[in-house]
């Protein structure tokens, strides 16, 4: 087997390329052991045939390595050429937990949407058809303890709905900041750890596209009750300020999407085979 | 010919590679290259994943033994991977059939 020449303190460019190889690939890669014997067998045979043709050793060595394609490559086709069901079915699982996090952080930007739309326009714009049903004597009660300024039944059950509508989103989205903070955590140690075996499992657009649809369908969704509830002034704010965060969560997904169906970025398909 | 237009046919590739002649991974690849004159331009360490995925799909056994004085590990087909083969080789066939009369040039 042919070493290549190299002199001083110059290292072996293939014993190089083999450990950039190893720190590629995933910690607990099963067979990786056989995969850098092959690599290295297959690096010295290119590189003995170059030189049986008269081709400068390190010349053949760099050559061999160029082909056989870059660390990263080599070492994220070996990843999805080894896809589980179980790997798949934790992906999506996190991909669930992350989407889920981030409808709730746009749960709590509603809040905060609907609070300043409170205060601008009033609580009528938040919740007026409230105003217009006949709660029981029992919940009319209720609504009065919990709305003292309240002049009717119907004026607090507007003020309870507008002032709860505020505090529950803003308490989901105090659950999301929460959740947010513990993904990103479990996420780094993950990536520290090197486990990162399940992220090349799904196509890399999915997970964007699947959101921007969701996210898209919801803000449509709320924008349609928000016309709706204008159109019949029963409080169109309670709609439409769920409608911006959907919106803005949906062209925040859609942009990443597109980008990688367009550019194929995160995805490797311009370099990797036999996934 | 980039590396994504071989996806989906690499297997029908490595599979007619080792039909009738086991080789160790370099020269699987020697031969990729030589039979397609060169068109297949693709990372050479990408195509041992796809061998062991054929490996554990059954299509191909492989081994450690001696060639020309050196250890290497030597694929060759299994029956099921003969069986794939010709159903792919077929498959194949019918599709470029197809297209060869779609686009005006003849079968190969």
């Known amino acids: 087997m042919s070493r290549v020449l190299t002199s001083g303190d110059v290292p072996d460019p293939i014993d190089d390329y083999l450990d950039r190889l190893l720190a590629a690939l995933p910690p607990g890669t099963p067979d990786a052991r056989r995969l850098l014997a092959e690599a290295e067998d297959h690096l010295r045979d290119a590189v003995d045939d170059a030189v049986s043709r008269g081709v400068p050793p390190d010349d053949a060595a760099f050559a061999a390595i160029a082909r056989f394609g870059p660390p990263r490559v080599v070492a994220r086709t070996w990843r999805r050429s080894r896809v589980t069901t179980a790997m798949v079915v934790t992906r999506l699982a996190r991909a669930g937990a992350a989407l889920a996090v981030v409808g709730l952080l746009a749960v709590g930007a509603s809040g905060a949407l609907a609070a300043g739309m409170r205060a601008a326009a009033g609580p009528e714009f938040m919740a007026n058809n409230l105003t217009r049903v006949p709660f029981s004597a029992e919940r009319c009660a209720t609504f009065r303890r919990l709305e003292p300024s309240a002049t009717t039944c119907g004026q607090a059950a507007m003020l309870h709905h507008a002032h709860e509508m505020v505090t529950v989103r803003l308490g989901a989205g105090a659950v999301g900041l929460v959740g947010a903070v513990v993904f990103g955590g479990l996420t780094r140690r993950r990536r520290r750890l090197g486990h990162r075996r399940t992220d090349d499992v799904l196509p890399a657009p999915l997970v964007p596209a699947v959101a921007a649809t969701a996210f898209g369908l919801g803000a449509a969704g709320f924008t349609l009750l928000g016309i709706d509830s204008a159109i019949g002034d029963t409080g169109p704010g309670q709609y439409l300020s769920a409608a911006v965060p959907a919106a803005i969560a949906a062209v925040a997904f859609g942009a990443v999407a597109i980008r990688r169906l367009v550019v194929g970025e995160g995805s490797g398909a311009s370099a990797t085979v036999g996934g | ?108």
């Not at chain 2, 029908?12 to 297949?40: E, K, M, N």
């Not at chain 2, 020309?68 to 299994?78: C, E, K, N, P």
């Open chain 2, 1 to 108: 010919m980039r590396a994504e237009q071989l996806k989906g046919h690499l297997d029908l590739l490595l599979l007619s590679v080792l039909d009738g002649a086991p080789a160790h991974g370099y020269a699987v690849i020697t031969r990729l290259r030589d039979r397609s004159g060169g068109a297949f331009d693709l990372p050479e360490g990408t195509v041992y994943p796809a061998l062991h995925r054929l490996e554990r799909a059954g299509l191909v056994t492989s081994e450690w033994g001696s060639v020309a004085g050196r250890r290497r590990r030597v694929y060759a087909l299994t029956g099921a991977g003969a069986t794939a083969l010709a159903d792919r080789r077929a498959a194949w066939t019918s599709f470029a059939s197809g297209v060869s009369a779609v686009v005006g040039v003849a079968t190969p």
